[in-house]
């Protein structure tokens, strides 16, 4: 066996026990005041989901080779992290936070939370944007139970000639059927367009969420925004990215690139990620 194998068998074995021990590090000030304040509900947008698969899986080039008479290009695939180690931009500066946000839920200082609604977002919606395209794509979120405060509510589906509405405008004429006062008071400060994030919000708080945690900064735009309005400023819950949320409870930032052996079982290149830190998804991926 090469030096180069027995080491990447080291990395398979050690780098999972490193991540732990750093997310245990990172959250050490978070616990004592999650200890002391206790357990909270944190509703979690499917933005925040979507962030959460920070590795995916790349084909990695190693050139051409002659077979007989013939020219083929030669490589393999693997596990990469989406956004490089030196990626600081506003995505990646939530993300370093999500894998201690998911530890503190582990070990049940946090109950993460996703609502009917949201659910039924992801329904409309490919499950490998959620979980991972790929067969080594990994999620911080994939050994995480994220139950729903609400139960559920999916569409009524059937064959074309019924000219059911979509499930998009399944889910608008529900939301509407409700007419719940907050839900309005909230779309009279936010306006029409945001009309679904607002049931989101109104959702959190009711269901005495901490906050509404998501990476639509649209959103967190708007809310900021209008924080003199009445009916922002009589919420009890918050709406709040990654980075803000891990701010207030006092967690250290931990880049996704240690996870990048948590629970791979193929190759994986840590050094390597995409140009533009950008999720490939569903799309043919290739990595030179």
Same mark, same amino acid.
């Given at each position: 066996?090469?030096? @180069?194998?027995? +080491? ?6 050690? #780098?999972? !026990?490193?991540? *732990?021990? /750093?997310?245990?590090?990172? &959250?050490?000030?978070? @616990?004592?005041? +999650? ?6 509900? #944190?509703? !979690?947008?499917? *933005?925040? /989901?979507?962030?959460?698969? &920070? ?18 290009? *030669? ?214």
């Amino acid at each position: 066996m090469s030096w @180069r194998s027995r +080491l990447e068998q080291l990395r398979f074995k050690y #780098v999972p !026990v490193l991540a *732990t021990w /750093l997310l245990k590090a990172s &959250t050490q000030q978070g @616990r004592r005041l +999650l200890q002391k304040s206790g357990r909270i509900k #944190v509703l !979690v947008d499917n *933005t925040v /989901l979507s962030h959460g698969v &920070t590795h995916e899986t790349a084909w990695i080039s190693t050139g051409t080779q002659m077979w007989g008479p013939h020219e083929i290009k *030669t490589g393999y695939t693997a596990r990469i992290p989406v956004r490089s180690g030196n990626d600081d931009s506003r995505e990646s500066r939530c993300i370093k936070y999500l894998g201690g946000i998911t530890y503190l839920a582990k070990i049940g200082l946090i109950e993460l939370k996703t609502s009917a609604e949201l659910l039924d977002e992801q329904f409309r919606q490919p499950t490998g944007r959620f979980r991972g395209y790929g067969y080594m794509d990994y999620s911080i979120f994939s050994d995480v139970a994220i139950d729903s405060v609400d139960g559920y509510a999916g569409p009524t589906l059937g064959p074309s000639y019924l000219k059911l509405p979509t499930v998009r405008e399944q889910q608008k004429a529900r939301i509407d059927r409700a007419s719940d006062e907050l839900h309005k008071s909230l779309i009279a400060a936010l306006g029409p367009k945001n009309s679904q994030d607002a049931w989101h919000i109104r959702t959190a708080e009711l269901s005495g969420c901490y906050c509404f945690l998501t990476m639509d900064y649209r959103l967190r735009d708007a809310i900021e925004s209008q924080r003199g309005n009445s009916a922002i400023k009589g919420l009890r819950t918050r709406v709040m990215t990654p980075f803000e949320f891990g701010r207030e409870m006092k967690l250290m930032p931990v880049s996704p690139i240690v996870f990048s052996y948590t629970n791979a079982d193929f190759f994986v290149r840590a050094d390597v990620s995409w140009p533009d830190g950008v999720r490939r998804g569903g799309r043919f991926r290739k990595k030179q």
